[in-house]
């Protein structure tokens, strides 16, 4: 079974950082895309950020210039770089992973970690 396990979340005061990990494990196989969603309380799952094995990255506009994804050295593993964090950032953040770029969800997810920003 294929699993993603997430790491790095916490609680931080309004312009802190926090650096998110994820790692898959039982594959053997390269996912071509791996990304980082989140979902705030009372709010719709959005997308954060992606990354393809070509290294093409896609973020959504309310984190442009703010946060920044990364693949890591060993395989099937993704980071999520947060810098001048806000209140509204506050989520449960999820990684997610698809073995095709042209899925149309994630094949796989973690189980969440919670980033929590104080005012």
């Known amino acids: 079974q294929v699993q993603l396990v997430e790491s790095g979340g916490g609680l931080v005061q309004a312009g802190g950082s926090l650096r998110l990990s994820c790692g898959a494990s039982?594959?053997?196989?390269?996912?071509?895309?791996m990304g980082w969603y989140r979902q705030a309380p009372g709010k719709q799952r959005e997308l954060v950020a992606t990354?393809?094995?070509?290294?093409?990255?896609n973020y959504a506009d309310s984190v442009k210039g703010r946060f920044t994804i990364s693949r890591g050295n060993a395989k099937n593993t993704v980071s999520l770089q947060m810098n001048s964090l806000k209140p509204d950032d506050t989520a449960v953040y999820y990684c997610?992973?698809?073995?095709?770029?042209?899925?149309?969800?994630?094949?796989?997810w973690g189980q969440g970690t919670q980033v929590t920003v104080a005012s």
């Open positions: 997610a992973a698809a073995y095709q770029r042209s899925s149309r969800s994630a094949d796989y």
């Open positions: 039982g594959t053997i196989f390269s996912f071509e895309i």
């Open positions: 990354i393809t094995s070509g290294f093409e990255t």
